[in-house]
């Protein structure tokens, strides 16, 4: 297989500020990439383009297969509706259709140890079961991309290495990661790529310990 992500010349503002400027990359199956940086050094925004929810404004992005993102905490969901409901909601928007989820549904619950609150609606939920539920979601149909962007930091840490470990799953079936995380440690110990992302300008893209030690130098 090729390509699954393409990336040209991509630029995105909003209003007088430039988010994200010429960002050129090529992601491959099997890539853990991460993308560090600074807070608002334009991480969130190059993956909302990616995941469509935003529209570069120059360049062009080119992407192969399902794409899954994870993005902001709770997008995809009507906080009125239950687990249940939300679950079958949050599928339609990712692409899949009833059926699909229907078959999912038990593995979705399952995986977010929820099930006692399967009923309940997710305004009543802490961010970190909301965190859960989404990413369980979101990966239940193992996405040629999935897109994560910080969401599982607000997590509890047996979650996430619950987390980390379909992640790998994930990549081991050829599909791709791209990940936002703050935790250096976390990007060594995980991911086999680095973007470094400084004022919306890739400084460097290489293996995430060459990166990481020139981030971490800076």
């Known amino acids: 297989m090729g390509l699954l992500l393409k990336c040209e010349h991509v630029d995105f503002g909003y209003e007088n500020q430039d988010a994200v400027i010429n960002v050129n990359?090529?992601?491959?199956?099997?890539?853990?990439?991460?993308?560090?940086?600074?807070?608002?050094?334009?991480?969130?925004t190059l993956l909302k383009t990616i995941?469509?929810?935003?529209?570069?404004t120059k360049g062009e992005i080119e992407v192969v297969g399902t794409i899954a993102p994870l993005i902001e905490l709770g997008a995809g969901f009507d906080s009125n509706l239950s687990a249940r409901e939300n679950i079958f909601l949050n599928g339609a928007v990712l692409g899949y259709n009833r059926t699909q989820?229907?078959?999912?549904?038990?593995?979705?619950?399952?995986?977010?140890?929820?099930?006692?609150?399967?009923?309940?609606?997710?305004?009543?939920?802490?961010?970190?079961?909301?965190?859960?539920?989404g990413f369980s979601i979101a990966t239940s149909n193992m996405p040629d991309i999935l897109i994560v962007d910080e969401i599982l930091g607000v997590g509890d840490y047996k979650f996430q290495r619950k987390c980390?470990?379909?992640?790998?799953?994930?990549?081991?079936?050829?599909?791709?990661?791209?990940?936002?995380?703050?935790?250096?440690?976390?990007?060594?110990?995980?991911?086999?790529?680095?973007?470094?992302?400084?004022?919306?300008?890739?400084?460097?893209?290489?293996?995430?310990?060459?990166?990481?030690?020139?981030?971490?130098e800076s």
């Open 101 to 133: 989820m229907r078959e999912k549904f038990e593995s979705i619950m399952d995986f977010a140890e929820l099930w006692d609150f399967v009923d309940v609606p997710i305004k009543n939920f802490s961010s970190g079961m909301v965190a859960r539920l």
């Open 164 to 216: 980390e470990e379909r992640m790998s799953k994930i990549i081991d079936n050829g599909a791709t990661i791209v990940f936002v995380s703050h935790s250096i440690e976390q990007v060594r110990e995980v991911c086999s790529r680095a973007i470094w992302l400084e004022k919306g300008h890739m400084l460097m893209d290489g293996s995430v310990d060459e990166v990481c030690d020139k981030y971490s």
């Open 51 to 56: 995941a469509k929810v935003l529209k570069p």
């Open 25 to 44: 990359m090529e992601v491959c199956p099997g890539d853990y990439l991460c993308i560090v940086g600074e807070n608002g050094s334009g991480k969130s």
